[in-house]
């Protein structure tokens, strides 16, 4: 299987101490595995895209040295391919409208199963998908299995929102087929959002990647960090420390002399060095860098 990795941020700001962990732990995975790395940037929900940003985050990446390969992917561009996969979905009766408010069931996840027994009449609804009662086991490389019944612990969960958008969750495994990714590593924050990607590539008949989740960034005293707090700008004029900084994250720290080293050369080191074994189960907050 030849090997294609990618780093899929969403347009919200410029890149931040998670994302540049991230970015750097795929495209280090990807090039130890003589793969190509892509990008695409997730502007799903154009109002809410930040201007600038997009410009932001790939000369972001230049400035790091995480040079991606061919153009970067846009999924405001891809509203075709969503109808396409959504129309697949609907032939196979594996979707359904709905016109519940998200308040009706946030305590009881079987309750977004209510308009598949009483449909709506109404015009402006959600589609969401019907989930078997079946345990979903993803095997993580870096976390380890986890299992979820989607049915139980998420519900019916939305593929195209009241006001015609994708979801995330379709676009995603829909973009990850189109772009024949082969393995993802990724935030923490979506590791238990896998299952509900997987569900949907078995029912697109789409081929199921490897996943490989970072692990949450906690504090000195092992407590989680809020987005907030990781979400300032980096200092980019700051490259190689901050670069240095997240390969010790991630257990790939360099050797002192290599510290302050140009960003390719800590790069092109890390490369020969990447060991994905070696990223640890928690990761410390950056706390001088935040
Ligand atoms: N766009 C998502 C984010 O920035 C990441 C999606 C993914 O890696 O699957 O959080
Ligand atoms: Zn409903």
């Known amino acids: 299987m030849s090997y294609v990795g990618r780093f899929a941020p969403t347009p919200s700001g410029p890149l931040h101490f998670g994302s540049l962990v991230a970015a750097v732990a795929s495209y280090l995975d990807a090039r130890a595995n003589k793969g190509r790395w892509l990008v695409r940037i997730e502007d799903l929900d154009p109002p809410r895209t930040v201007p600038g940003s997009i410009d932001a985050i790939l000369s972001g990446l230049d400035t790091f040295g995480l040079h991606w390969d061919g153009e970067p992917m846009l999924q405001s561009q891809r509203q075709q391919a969503y109808c396409e996969a959504l129309e697949l979905l609907r032939q196979d009766g594996q979707i359904y409208t709905c016109s519940c408010s998200r308040a009706q069931f946030r305590t009881n996840p079987l309750y977004t199963c209510h308009c598949l027994t009483h449909p709506p009449s109404q015009k402006d609804v959600a589609i969401r998908i019907a989930l078997p009662h079946q345990i979903i086991t993803v095997d993580d490389v870096i976390i380890g299995p986890q299992s979820q019944n989607l049915a139980h612990e ?135 860098f935040v």
């Not at 990850?176 to 590593?185: G, K, L, M, P, V």
């Not at 989680?224 to 490259?239: E, G």
């Open 154 to 288: 998420v519900g019916n969960f939305v593929v195209q929102r009241k006001d015609q958008l994708f979801s995330y969750q379709l676009a995603v495994v829909v973009d990850d087929a189109e772009q024949n990714i082969s393995h993802i590593i990724r935030g923490s924050d979506l590791y238990h959002q896998t299952p509900r990607q997987v569900w949907l590539q078995t029912c697109l008949s789409y081929k199921q990647p490897i996943y490989g989740h970072l692990p949450i960034v906690t504090n000195n005293q092992g407590q989680k960090l809020s987005k907030q707090h990781l979400a300032r700008p980096l200092d980019i004029t700051q490259a190689p420390a901050l670069l240095s900084e997240a390969l010790e994250r991630l257990g790939q720290a360099a050797p002192c002399n290599f510290r302050q080293a140009p960003v390719e050369e800590q790069l092109a080191w890390a490369v020969t060095q990447w060991d994905i074994n070696n990223v640890p189960k928690r990761m410390q907050d950056p706390i001088a």
